[in-house]
């Protein structure tokens, strides 16, 4: 049974940084792009990060230059390491496959919280 699972999140400062993990049980994963999402109260799911199966990497607009997207397949994990955060990145964060996630990986996400 495929299932993604994520940690890490938390509350933190506005500038501070987090590192959130996905954990993904299933060999299948290392063979595609992977991504992270987050959804925001009142807002629909958006995607954030991207990244191939090559490591190939993708942002949206908004958290270039702050968010890291990595894969280590050996491992099936994707991380996301978040600095500079903002008020606005608060949001629930899943990981899921790219560019679209499949309705059945979708998990329990990690809320990451930023404020003062």
């Known amino acids: 049974q495929v299932q993604l699972v994520e940690s890490g999140g938390g509350l933190v400062q506005p500038g501070g940084s987090l590192r959130l993990s996905c954990a993904a049980s299933?060999?299948?994963?290392?063979?595609?792009?992977m991504g992270w999402y987050r959804q925001a109260p009142g807002k629909q799911r958006e995607s954030v990060a991207a990244?191939?199966?090559?490591?190939?990497?993708h942002y949206v607009d908004s958290v270039k230059g702050r968010f890291t997207i990595s894969r280590d397949n050996a491992k099936n994990t994707v991380d996301l390491q978040m600095n500079s955060l903002k008020v606005e990145d608060t949001a629930v964060y899943y990981c899921?496959?790219?560019?679209?996630?499949?309705?059945?990986?979708w998990g329990q996400g990690t809320q990451v919280t930023v404020s003062s």
């Open positions: 899921n496959t790219a560019p679209q996630g499949v309705s059945d990986y």
């Open positions: 299933g060999s299948i994963f290392r063979f595609v792009a």
């Open positions: 990244i191939t199966s090559g490591g190939d990497t």
